[in-house]
């Protein structure tokens, strides 16, 4: 074992520490690109399924040439990894063929800056179906990202929908202004139900309460004027609206452990009838059009736009509208092949949406006769009629502010911050960002 | 094979490519976090040089505080309990229950084993009370308490937080301490019983003076461990209710990844760093004390 084998060991020193290097500069060199250039990729928030499901149906329908020559691949992520995932992706140059944008605004418009968007506009234009988009889904998204960037896969507006059944037993009018609807929650809560479902947990359904109180007394400019330092969240103006949602809490009308109710619960208590009101996008129609989660019936729920601030500037007819989480497409990742599958969605999507999903998409329909349920059809008349809109509370602002209103929501409603800290903590994020 | 070991230049080709390989996955970058401490920006835009802004930045962040507050608290209370009750274990395993004790040590064992998002949500359930009560509510309930909203305050989501994070892991330090504690020399032990030793009188004489260094050892484990903690928070409350449960740890990854902010998140990271350092520093010093006084 000694001295006669010494030599070849020595012998065979080299040529392991070749071997070692060679295998760890592969190791180094290895997993690239998680984009992907042989696939349609699609990154989207995990809770997205009317985007997956409709595109996956398109894969196999009026798309399938598309698919064919570039397959769709769907990769999903919670919506919480979403912003550090496109921006690790981003600065890799890995972003897939087509992205869900940040829940924040800023992030997409960072990608924009940063160049990784694909100028939509000039694209479809060139792929001669710019026509297929909704003129006024065009305009919310430049009105949100300052361009075109990003495809109207959901065309959205908010608001209460409520249980027509449970509001008639208990003799509740449709309210018509913000005292009305805490009189009709506290109705509903002596019914015994939930007077309104919310997610503590993902924050926002509860935040969107206190923009459209703020939207309803101070006026439709009202976070605008907040994004440009004309005003801060911590004027009394402002607080006012988060103490009016910090109240509904108090008074338990989201029910108890409000932060820990997810989306899918939140849902599942309004469709199962033990929630009277629900504030939701219309994006929600897809759950609501689905016999298998609606208990309540499709016929039983109506809408009703936030009501109104007694003696505020708003008014109800001012409805917030939204392109859902909108999805990028990646000016890296764009090629003949992407550019085949953009114009078949353009063409296809919003029929496939409606007929589909019940739902409704920034895309024309086209001249294709799409049977469409009763309560879609009411929204859609709603749409129609909506000529302004407002936006939702973190729409203007950036990451950190937006995680931070989120976060707090659920402490707001359940007493453990007050509503002078809640909006102390986003204008500080606020401050910072500037 | 001596002569092999012996020649440096084996040595080196021999220990090169372990040494290489651990230079660049942590060397490498440890110093390039250290780096970007003196940055701002992200992977998007690039990094703009901001020379100690960072650094006044943390000092006058209240969030920081917060942080640092809730990680030392955190890191005493689990290392208190999963080390103690991991060494009360241990003693029952040598003492009381001896040669039978496998079955319970695997039992007690176990749940380290699961994934650290499974005992999450497993203690989701346990504490629920939307949409529907957990057990611990439920039995509450049964002795005419009402349901309490575990997760939903800062307080009570801290002692559920450390209830699962002392029951995950007590016994592995119960089975690490064991380990220590069968070293103890039986015929030491017998001696004390002759000299008329018993119960506490023996463990805390004999028995915690002779497994001091296997003690300390768990110890500087344990403290180093949670002072990191960062997926059972995720998994459990993902920092919250607001950020009443969040660690330098996962206020330094959404600093990094959800706000961009590489720069900033990299000088909470050599926050983490030194504090860890200054208490393992001090942990070492005091045991070298503590082990040579009991050599002695």
């Known amino acids: 074992m000694d001295a006669p084998s010494l030599p070849r060991a020595r012998r065979l020193i080299p040529v392991a520490a070749s071997v070692s290097v060679i295998a760890l500069l592969a190791a180094c060199a290895g997993g690239s690109s998680t984009g992907?250039?042989?696939?349609?990729?699609?990154?989207?928030?995990?809770?997205?399924?009317?985007?997956?499901?409709?595109?996956?149906?398109?894969?196999?329908?009026?798309?399938?040439?598309?698919?064919?020559?570039?397959?769709?691949?769907?990769?999903?992520?919670?919506?919480?990894?979403?912003?550090?995932?496109?921006?690790?992706l981003g600065g890799q140059d890995a972003l897939p063929a087509q992205f869900a944008a940040s829940g924040s605004p800023a992030v997409t418009k960072d990608l924009d800056e940063a160049g990784h968007t694909l100028d939509l506009e000039a694209t479809l234009t060139e792929l001669g179906v710019i026509d297929d988009i909704e003129p006024a889904a065009l305009s919310t998204i430049e009105n949100l990202y300052g361009g075109f960037i990003v495809l109207p896969y959901q065309f959205n507006i908010e608001g209460v929908w409520y249980n027509k059944q449970l509001f008639a037993d208990n003799g509740i009018e449709v309210p018509q202004t913000w005292d009305e609807l805490t009189e009709a929650a506290a109705l509903l809560q002596e019914a015994g139900v939930t007077p309104l479902s919310a997610s503590g947990e993902q924050g926002w359904p509860i935040t969107r309460l206190i923009s459209g109180y703020v939207y309803r007394s101070l006026g439709p400019d009202a976070l605008e004027k907040v994004a440009d330092g004309g005003a801060k969240l911590t004027d009394p103006e402002y607080v006012e609206a988060a103490q009016a949602?910090?109240?509904?809490?108090?008074?338990?009308?989201?029910?108890?452990?409000?932060?820990?109710?997810?989306?899918?619960?939140?849902?599942?208590?309004?469709?199962?009838?033990?929630?009277?009101?629900?504030?939701?996008?219309?994006?929600?129609?897809?759950?609501?059009?689905?016999?298998?989660?609606?208990?309540?019936?499709?016929?039983?729920?109506?809408?009703?736009?936030?009501?109104?601030?007694?003696?505020?500037?708003?008014?109800?007819?001012?409805?917030?509208?939204n392109v859902g989480l909108p999805i990028a497409v990646s000016a890296e990742a764009y090629t003949d092949e992407t550019g085949a599958w953009l114009s078949c969605i353009a063409e296809n999507y919003g029929a496939t949406s409606l007929g589909d999903q019940g739902t409704i998409s920034g895309f024309t329909v086209g001249d294709e006769a799409v049977e469409v349920p009763a309560l879609t059809q009411s929204v859609q008349d709603t749409i129609a009629a909506t000529t302004e809109t407002t936006l939702w509370f973190e729409a203007l602002f950036g990451a950190k502010a937006t995680t931070t209103s989120q976060q707090n929501a659920a402490p707001l409603v359940s007493g453990s911050i007050s509503a002078e800290d809640f909006m102390a903590m986003v204008q500080a994020d606020l401050d910072a960002d500037k | 094979m001596h002569n092999v070991l012996g020649d440096r230049r084996a040595v080196i080709i021999l220990l090169g490519p372990a040494l290489a390989v651990y230079t660049l996955v942590m060397l490498v970058p440890v110093l390039w976090s250290l780096?970007?401490?003196?940055?701002?920006?992200?992977?998007?835009?690039?990094?703009?040089?901001?020379?100690?802004?960072?650094?006044?930045?943390?000092?006058?962040?209240?969030?920081?505080?917060?942080?640092?507050?809730?990680t030392v608290r955190y890191a005493v209370v689990i290392t208190i309990g999963q080390v103690l009750l991991g060494y009360l274990l241990a003693l029952l395993y040598v003492f009381a229950l001896r040669k039978a004790s496998s079955l319970i040590r695997t039992l007690v064992f176990f749940p380290i084993v699961l994934p650290t998002v499974a005992v999450g949500l497993l203690f989701q359930q346990l504490f629920a009370i939307a949409p529907q009560n957990g057990l611990v509510n439920e039995l509450l309930n049964l002795v005419g308490i009402a349901s309490v909203d575990w997760l939903g305050s800062a307080d009570t989501a801290f002692w559920v937080l450390a209830a699962m994070d002392i029951w995950r892991s007590m016994g592995f330090y119960a089975v690490l301490?064991?380990?220590?504690?069968?070293?103890?020399?039986?015929?030491?032990?017998?001696?004390?019983?002759?000299?008329?030793?018993?119960?506490?009188?023996?463990?805390?004489?004999?028995?915690?003076?002779?497994?001091?260094?296997?003690?300390?050892?768990?110890?500087?484990?344990?403290?180093?461990?949670?002072?990191?903690?960062?997926?059972?928070?995720?998994?459990?409350?993902?920092?919250?209710?607001?950020?009443?449960?969040?660690?330098?740890?996962?206020?330094?990854?959404?600093?990094?990844?959800?706000?961009?902010?590489?720069?900033?998140?990299?000088?909470?990271?050599?926050?983490?760093?030194?504090?860890?350092?200054?208490?393992?520093?001090?942990?070492?010093?005091?045991?070298?004390?503590?082990?040579?006084?009991?050599?002695?």
């Open chain 1, 36 to 88: 992907g250039d042989n696939t349609f990729g699609l990154l989207v928030n995990d809770d997205n399924q009317i985007v997956q499901d409709a595109l996956t149906s398109l894969s196999a329908g009026a798309c399938t040439e598309a698919n064919e020559a570039l397959p769709l691949e769907i990769e999903t992520v919670p919506q919480s990894g979403l912003d550090q995932q496109l921006q690790l």
């Open chain 1, 245 to 321: 949602v910090a109240d509904l809490g108090a008074s338990g009308y989201f029910g108890q452990g409000v932060g820990s109710i997810d989306y899918d619960t939140a849902v599942s208590q309004f469709l199962t009838g033990s929630a009277g009101m629900f504030y939701m996008g219309s994006w929600a129609l897809g759950a609501f059009n689905d016999p298998a989660q609606n208990q309540i019936g499709a016929e039983n729920i109506g809408f009703f736009p936030l009501p109104e601030v007694a003696g505020g500037a708003g008014s109800a007819d001012q409805v917030p509208a």
């Open chain 2, 35 to 70: 780096g970007l401490t003196f940055f701002e920006g992200n992977a998007l835009f690039g990094f703009d040089a901001v020379g100690f802004e960072n650094f006044t930045t943390l000092w006058n962040d209240p969030r920081i505080l917060d942080s640092l507050w809730f």
């Open chain 2, 177 to 296: 301490l064991y380990a220590g504690l069968v070293e103890i020399p039986d015929d030491i032990i017998a001696a004390a019983r002759l000299d008329g030793a018993t119960g506490w009188q023996m463990v805390w004489r004999i028995v915690v003076p002779l497994s001091m260094p296997v003690l300390l050892a768990a110890l500087i484990f344990s403290i180093n461990g949670t002072l990191k903690v960062f997926d059972s928070i995720v998994a459990l409350t993902n920092g919250g209710p607001g950020d009443a449960t969040t660690p330098l740890t996962l206020y330094m990854f959404r600093t990094s990844f959800s706000y961009g902010e590489y720069g900033y998140g990299s000088t909470i990271a050599l926050l983490l760093t030194v504090l860890s350092l200054g208490v393992t520093l001090l942990i070492f010093r005091s045991s070298r004390r503590d082990v040579s006084g009991t050599d002695r």
